[in-house]
């Protein structure tokens, strides 16, 4: 049963548009949610973060939405660099150590 | 910081051999996560440590897995005997967990090869 979903497993944006990446959850009890970037070889580097409380969180480009009632989060990258080609992982805990991961979603920013 | 450091990045093996995965934590990190990446379940979690102790080993797949961390700077995950469904890439990653969220930093990870 996979608790967090990224139906997306890929996306293709125009460099300078607007990226958006999408999570949907189904365990309630999930209070802090955190996306990662992750590029090939590399590990998972932490991006951004948001507490249930909040509804919005942004830092610099990028900009995390959290809608509880629906369950569902998103990653709004503007404007899109090259730079920002990677896999992104959403990821949600219940105030534990335990992370779940979603399968990721591969983000190709064209020039 | 050096960040996460693990090795080795990549090992093939065969077949019933035995496989360690070495990591060192952050300096000052007192949680430890081992994880293992497929392209069908993503990254699961295998084990947790917290100051050396093993809280939660409940994703280890089989007792052909084990994991140890004898102290605060070094860990390591076994496999023994090693077998083809076992080819993943494992990553470690650390945190200083004070009872609040706090993001994981990742190494970057050992693609293992088992033929």
């Known amino acids: 049963d996979q608790q967090v979903k990224q139906n997306s497993p890929s996306l293709s944006v125009q460099e300078g548009r607007i990226s958006i990446l999408n999570c949907d959850y189904t365990?309630?009890?999930?209070?802090?949610f955190l996306w990662y970037k992750k590029y090939p070889a590399e590990g998972p580097t932490f991006l951004i973060s948001?507490?249930?409380?909040?509804d919005k969180n942004e830092d610099g480009r990028f900009t995390v939405f959290l809608n509880k009632s629906a369950k569902h989060l998103s990653l709004h990258i503007v404007p899109s660099q090259p730079g920002d080609s990677a896999v992104y992982f959403c990821?949600?805990?219940?105030?534990?150590?335990?992370?779940?991961f979603g399968t990721g979603t591969r983000l190709k920013v064209l020039a | 910081d050096a960040g996460v450091i693990q090795s080795p990045r990549h090992e093939v093996t065969e077949m019933g051999q035995e496989v360690t995965l070495r990591c060192k934590p952050i300096?000052?990190?007192?949680?430890l996560f081992w994880y293992r990446q497929t392209m069908m379940r993503g990254l699961e979690l295998l084990i947790y440590?917290?100051?050396?102790?093993?809280?939660?080993d409940s994703g280890m797949p089989e007792d052909r897995f084990s994991a140890k961390m004898p102290n605060a700077s070094f860990s390591t995950l076994k496999i023994q005997p090693s077998e083809p469904r076992d080819s993943a890439v494992y990553f470690c990653?650390?945190?200083?967990?004070?009872?609040?969220?706090?993001?994981?930093?990742f190494g970057n990870g050992t693609r293992l090869t088992v033929t």
């Open positions: 990653a650390s945190s200083l967990y004070r009872g609040v969220n706090s993001p994981l930093h």
């Open positions: 365990n309630s009890m999930f209070d802090y």
């Open positions: 948001i507490s249930s409380i909040k």
């Open positions: 990821a949600a805990t219940s105030g534990t150590y335990k992370y779940i």
């Open positions: 300096s000052g990190h007192n949680s």
């Open positions: 440590f917290n100051n050396n102790v093993p809280i939660d």
